[in-house]
């Protein structure tokens, strides 16, 4: 619709652009003439673009997508290869072989002559970006609350008001253009806190959504409101539904906090815990659990904000796994993030992006933030002569917390988070002869300090491509827009929510 593109600009304006079919209310008074202007701009804009997107994702359009997608070889040539995986080790200039989904080899020179080649020349080819904690169908609300605090407005807004109308179709479509874009910023792997379960199709639409994408996901069955909610008894006859082959790119968890009830529903279905909201003022409880011998191995715990030495301790010494969402928790008043904390403690977090409706999804975000934070706080203490400070993070270490650190987190380490032989082929190919970073002089600092979403040119989960230079692969993304922008207007129209396209 006419909003959406606008806010979507020039650079990738929408396909199918149905301003009649879709429009709701445009807004009155002055900011409707801008809004009128802009949209038409955005028409032109859409036309151009649209027609160099679909020649390159669709199958015979390029042969040479063509060519990938007929092949149980896939040979990636001549890129820069940072593995993640201090065995393989990193390389100038190497390729990376996929066979049947699988990461075969990775060395400088392989000889696979039947192998559809990818070139790898200026390209650097890191594992795809791991995001260990999003609530996924929020996504028809991105960027609503702009300028919101966790407490009150997030609570109010979102949690309650918005959340509570959503209905099955919603679910879906905002968890499916969810993972799409973050199929498409390079995120290979996602958990999916989906706390919209209202009834038992709200939960079915959600994991549909999720297979429907593609993605490596995890998903985190999570509370709900209202009569028809089941949670979390409702685990059992997801479990046996969708979840009975460990050879798919689904998994489930419990979306949890820090409750013994749940903690043993979560063990009798044989899932982990992803515990959200941790940090100071639910350390009473962790202590409690810890105490009543609840606390396994693989639980995660989410956000960790301003936690004290004691809970950090907790948390490593059962195993526990970390996910920091760092932006978020600074734009909106989580606390603290807990990267030193994490640190200190020698737990090594993962990284998540939390919601759309205030701060980007992307991994790049993820890292520079993380980064520069964790900097300026040490570089702080050292101003004022503190003595045997812990080191500062480099850029190594975040694109760690990135990749294999969120495999870790999410019990994926067998599968993903690294360019490891046996390893399904979860990878993205970044372009690195952009002019926003090149010349090349140090890979981890590009990918970490100076890339973006502009430099993910193509993004393989499991050896499928998904996206490919430049565009996804094998999506409608007409349709996908006037079924996202519906649903938002429904949800907005349902919750009597106004629209502030210019707050
Ligand atoms: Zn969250």
Redesign the pocket.
Known sequence: MCVQCDGFGKQSAPTGFVCAATASPAPAGPSRRRFLKASATAVAACAATQAGRVAAQTPGVDGELTRLQGQRRILIKGGIVLSMDKQVGDFANADVLIEDGKIREVRPNIAASDAAIVDGTNRIVTPGFIDT???CYQALLRNILGNGLLDPDYGRDIADRLTAVYNPDDVYWGTYVSTLGMLDMGTTTALD?S?VCHSPEHSDEGVRALKDSGMRAVYAYSRGAGPKAMYPQDIGRLQKTYFNSKDQLLTLALGSGLNKDLFTAARNAGVFTAN??VNHRTEKALADLNAAGLLRPGDEY??CTQLSADSWKIIRDSGGKVSL?VP?EMAMGHGMPGIQGALDAGVRPSL?S??DVTMAQDPFTLMRHTFNLQRLLLLQRMQKNEPNLPPLLTTRDVLEFATIEGARCLGLEAKTGSLTPGKDADLVVLQADRLNVWPLNNATSCVVNLMGTSNVESVFVAGKAKKWKGALVGVDEARVRKMVADGRDGVLKRANFPMNLFG
Do not use: C, L, T, Y
């Open positions: 904690h999003h609530h806190i706390q959200h909201g989410i956000h969402s978020i998540s939390d919601v």
